[in-house]
């Protein structure tokens, strides 16, 4: 029997993300080629042959791991965005970055892509801290935490020691 996780990934990246990267997202989320500012659209010449690889690993990314599935069993189903975004200002002008949400329910197999993408922007995520978490989609006892930290992510399990349900009849 396989398991399904409810992954949620919320982050700022950098206005330096490098386009390959920032394709890369788009690609695994299917955001459509398209005018509005909702749903940037592709580098021109983008191929998804060539993904950008995540460090010292020769793979590309297979699937769109992303991607929202319309008839998701998540409440209030899935969702991928990701859209350029003023955070503030400085003396330079607006501070803009690339504000990145996904929430989508995951095969376990599959888990490994996760962990892969969060290493692929975790050098360009702008804030550290929280960054998503994952939970078991029919055990609420199981969460982790996705923190990134000076360039770098690591999960964190969350799951905490003698939890007592109540059960009502």
Same mark, same amino acid.
């Given at each position: ?35 509005? &500012?909702?749903?940037? &659209? ?48 400085? &003396? ?78």
């Amino acid at each position: 029997m396989s398991y399904h996780y409810e992954v949620v990934i919320s982050c700022f990246l950098t206005g330096r993300t490098p386009e390959p990267v920032l394709d890369t997202l788009r690609w695994l989320c299917d955001l459509k080629v398209t005018t509005s &500012e909702d749903s940037p &659209e592709l580098s021109p010449g983008f191929d998804p042959s060539g993904l950008h690889d995540v460090p010292d690993d020769d793979e590309d990314f297979p699937y769109q791991t992303l991607r929202p599935d319309p008839d998701s069993y998540l409440a209030g189903g899935e969702i991928a965005r990701l859209r350029s975004q003023i955070r503030g200002f400085n &003396e330079s002008g607006d501070v803009v970055e690339w504000g990145f949400y996904a929430r989508t329910l995951v095969l376990d197999d599959d888990m490994g892509e996760i962990y892969r993408i969060l290493e692929l922007i975790a050098p360009y995520v702008s804030d550290d801290g929280y960054g998503g978490h994952e939970r078991e989609h029919y055990d609420s006892d199981q969460v982790s935490l996705y923190l990134f930290s000076g360039g770098t992510e690591r999960v964190k399990d969350l799951r905490p020691a003698g939890v007592m349900r109540l059960e009502v009849p």
